[in-house]
């Protein structure tokens, strides 16, 4: 079965960190580029950032740059995004999806194929 789980979301306090995971099973990640999304409630997706198949190339939106990084272990078919200096308006369901290719320069969602099922950060006092 191919599908994407993420994991690492939860409570933390304004300026805080968390790493959240992507693990693929039933296929590798190796061959795509993976996106992060985030929903807050009565928002829309939003793209957050991306990284291509080998890991040599990121993108991320400006709400979230320098604030966040991409990587990824393809020996671990695994995706992160780690979050520093989280802030109240970062509170969403972050998703990670699989890229119709390799290589990615934005992340419309359009773009992206396989989600995961996504993990609740929620950042609060």
């Known amino acids: 079965q191919v599908q994407l789980v993420e994991s690492g979301g939860g409570l933390v306090q304004p300026g805080g960190s968390l790493r959240l995971s992507c693990a693929a099973s039933?296929?590798?990640?190796?061959?795509?580029?993976i996106g992060w999304f985030r929903q807050a409630p009565g928002k829309e997706r939003e793209g957050v950032s991306c990284i291509s198949n080998s890991g040599g190339s990121t993108y991320y939106a400006d709400s979230v740059k320098g604030r966040f990084t991409i990587s990824r272990d393809n020996a671990k078919n695994t995706v992160y995004l780690q979050m520093n200096s989280l802030k109240p308006e970062d509170t969403a369901v972050y998703y990670c999806a699989t890229h119709s290719r390799s290589w990615c320069v934005t992340v419309f969602e359009t773009d992206f194929g396989s989600w995961g099922q996504g993990t609740q950060v929620t950042v609060s006092s």
């Open positions: 039933g296929f590798t990640l190796d061959r795509y580029a």
